[in-house]
């Protein structure tokens, strides 16, 4: 698998890239995993509801991802692994991956993380404060789209909308 390390990217910038690496994973190509930062961005999955934006008409980009709405923005590692899932597809089997990996990954941090029952993602132990979110989209047997984790952004961005649809839970970060 190749690691691309790029630093701060416009979200539309890193879709575009997305697109194409995908068309080339679908090709035959290498999986390709994009590790980056955006600039505060909204971004909004198929699902989410319109009370769930922002109420003052901050932007949102829509996108084809599964999943609500969500924030990208500094302080956050947003991962984009672009790979080839084994058939048959198990898009559940591939969720819980990425969650294991991000368990981990905090573990070795310092912050005992957990999976909460019917809820994506990865939790602080009591189930209440989200540290890392995923939504994805798999198309032609490639998954796109990924993964954010709250190192230390700016959480305040969070506080203009329903995160991930889920009113009765909240954010957190790595710091």
């Known amino acids: 698998m190749q690691i691309r390390r790029l630093g701060l ?3 539309n910038q890193a879709w575009a890239l997305q697109q194409q690496v995908h068309a080339g994973v679908v090709d035959g190509g290498e999986d390709v995993t994009i590790l980056l930062e955006h600039p505060p961005v909204y971004t909004a999955g198929k699902r989410t509801e319109p009370w769930e934006r922002p109420a003052d ?4 980009v829509d996108v084809d991802r599964g999943g609500k709405i969500t924030w990208h923005g500094p302080g956050q590692v947003t991962g984009y692994p672009i790979v080839r899932l084994a058939d048959p597809v198990d898009v559940v089997a591939y969720v819980r991956r990425l969650e294991q990996l991000l368990i981990d990954v905090c573990a070795e941090l310092g912050l005992t993380t957990g999976r909460v029952e019917g809820r994506s993602g990865v939790w602080t132990p ?3 404060r989200k540290v890392a979110a995923i939504g994805i989209r798999v198309a032609r047997g490639v998954a796109m789209h990924g993964f954010a984790l709250n190192c230390d952004p700016d959480l305040t961005a969070y506080d203009r909308i329903v995160p ?3 009113a009765d839970a ?3 970060s790595l710091s």
């Not at 008409?57 to 949102?60: D, E, F």
């Open 9 to 11: 990217v416009p979200y």
């Open 57 to 60: 008409g901050t932007p949102v």
């Open 126 to 128: 009591d189930g209440a």
């Open 164 to 166: 991930w649809g889920i």
């Open 170 to 172: 909240t954010v957190t």
